[in-house]
C-alpha cells in the first residue's frame, strides 16, 4: 500500500524556517522522482519542488527559487523540504507525492502537515 506520511510543520514567524519531511512506503522510493505540493485554504493543490531520483534534478515554483530547498535520502526513503524566509503566503497545507513536475501517484495522498506563519 502506497503512502506517504508528511510531518514537521507549525506556526512561524515571517522570515522564519521549517524543515518538512515525507516518509514515503509501498513503493520503490529510489526509483521514483519525488515533489511537494501545498494547498492553502480555498485554493487548490500547486507544486513547490520536486526532485529527481538519484537528487541530481530539482525544480521549484517560481514562489520557492531561492528559500525553499528540496532533498532525499534513498536510504530513509524520505524526502525533505527545508524552507527559509517564510511569508504569510507560504500558509498551506504541505504534501509530498512521487513524480516531479506533476503526482504521479494521485490516488494516494497523506494528511499534509500544516505551515503557519504568522506574527
Known amino acids: 500500500q502506497v503512502q506517504f506520511v508528511e510531518s514537521g510543520g507549525g506556526l512561524v514567524k515571517p522570515g522564519g524556517s521549517l524543515r518538512l519531511s515525507c516518509a514515503a512506503s509501498?513503493?520503490?522510493?529510489?526509483?521514483?522522482?519525488m515533489s511537494w505540493y501545498r494547498q492553502a485554504p480555498g485554493q487548490g493543490r500547486e507544486l513547490v519542488a520536486g526532485?529527481?531520483?538519484?537528487?541530481?534534478?530539482?525544480n521549484y515554483a517560481d514562489f520557492a527559487h531561492g528559500r525553499f530547498t528540496i532533498s532525499r535520502d534513498n536510504d530513509k526513503n524520505t524526502v525533505y523540504l527545508q524552507m527559509d524566509g517564510l511569508k504569510p503566503d507560504d500558509t498551506a497545507t504541505y504534501f509530498c507525492?512521487?513524480?516531479?513536475?506533476?503526482?504521479?501517484?494521485?490516488?494516494?495522498w497523506g494528511e499534509g502537515t500544516l505551515v503557519t506563519v504568522s506574527s
Open positions: 507525492n512521487a513524480g516531479y513536475y506533476r503526482p504521479s501517484m494521485e490516488n494516494y
Open positions: 509501498g513503493f520503490a522510493f529510489n526509483k521514483n522522482d
Open positions: 526532485i529527481s531520483s538519484d537528487s541530481y534534478g530539482r
